[in-house]
């Protein structure tokens, strides 16, 4: 089943399609016939896209309601068992679908999976021992599956959407992937990877300063390293390195190389006014949006190409005011 979105806007693929557990969305596909609609998946993220959900449970033919299952043995390769009948085995029916699913994911450009379920879990899922006694090291079958299979793609449980920091950060690489999945749907050339790099550079360095440094040396390989292999290896630094929360410190480093560009357009006054935004933002007391949105206008008064493609200014649409709250 999929859910048009309301507005798609201009990152990439149109449409946006993000993978959902079903449940997230209103479904009443839950063991006991019920559902956990998550009202900032549906009412914001569902304005910017189209929503392809998944149910692995009612897939492989469960009813709803229906008995209760839970994760048995083996952290690394549990069996789905049910919870009060251990006769009620779907392992190795819940493995065949995860392994065919999970392969045919190309569309998409993000998942938010169910926490704690056997199935759609991402991570810390119960495992229970022979014993009986639970460990929170398990993943569900499908949502290993998704993993393993689709390495580079960003997922998230809903539950750690509730944070603003991961609810951003999940955002931002949903994005980003979207974005390279548009460069790749063309024929790929060394102008279209540097291109692609340099928009991403403020945002890189927000994330890790590192990894900034080390795809900048990646690609002044460009000559001497096969193009597709190049451009795997860049994409993989790439979407791990975003994985890795912007820190308010890594983002005051930012923000003070964008003034950088602006010292000799702007007068004294202006110039004071954005580092007191700056050092607000550092000490807490107004969030990131705050001196960015002054950035932007002075950018708009004073255009610099280079910062005008750089994906850090915008790096998502401003209606989810992600960065409200950082």
């Not at 089943?1 to 990439?12: A, C, R």
């Not at 199935?119 to 009986?132: F, I, L, P």
Request: glycine share 8%.
């Amino acid at each position: 089943m999929s859910i048009k979105s309301q507005d798609t806007h201009e990152y990439g693929l149109k449409p946006l399609r993000l993978g959902v557990s079903a449940c997230l969305l209103g479904a009443r596909v839950r063991f006991d016939g019920g559902h956990k609609r998550n009202r900032f998946i549906i009412e914001e993220l569902g304005r910017h896209f189209e929503f392809v959900t998944f149910c692995p449970e009612v897939a492989i033919g469960m009813s709803t309601p229906r008995p209760p299952i839970r994760l048995v043995g083996d952290v690394q390769a549990p069996r789905a068992i049910g919870s009060r009948d251990d006769s009620l085995d779907v392992t190795d029916a819940l493995r065949e679908y995860s392994a065919i699913t999970a392969g045919r994911l190309d569309g998409l450009c993000g998942f938010v999976f169910k926490k704690d379920s056997p199935s759609c879990g991402m991570e810390r899922v119960k495992v229970y021992s022979d014993t009986g006694m639970p460990q929170r090291g398990g993943a569900g079958l499908f949502a290993r599956a998704v993993q393993e299979a689709n390495p580079l793609l960003p997922v998230e449980e809903e539950g750690r959407l509730n944070d603003p920091g991961l609810r951003e950060n999940f955002v931002t690489r949903v994005l980003v992937y979207a974005r390279w999945q548009a460069l790749r749907q063309q024929p790929l050339s060394k102008k279209a990877l540097i291109e692609f790099h340099t928009s991403h550079k403020f945002l890189l360095l927000a994330h890790s300063p590192a990894a900034y440094r080390e795809l900048g040396g990646l690609l002044a390989r460009l000559d001497s390293v096969p193009l597709d292999a190049l451009a795997e290896r860049y994409i993989g630094d790439v979407m791990r390195a975003l994985k890795a929360q912007a820190s308010r410190k890594l983002h005051v480093n930012v923000l003070q190389h964008l003034l950088g560009y602006l010292r000799k357009h702007i007068d004294a006054v202006s110039r004071a006014d954005l580092a007191d935004a700056i050092d607000a933002y550092r000490e807490g007391m107004v969030p990131l949006v705050v001196p960015i949105a002054l950035l932007q206008h002075h950018f708009r008064r004073n255009p610099h190409p280079y910062v005008s493609r750089q994906v850090y200014m915008n790096p998502h649409p401003r209606e989810l005011m992600l960065r409200n709250t950082l």
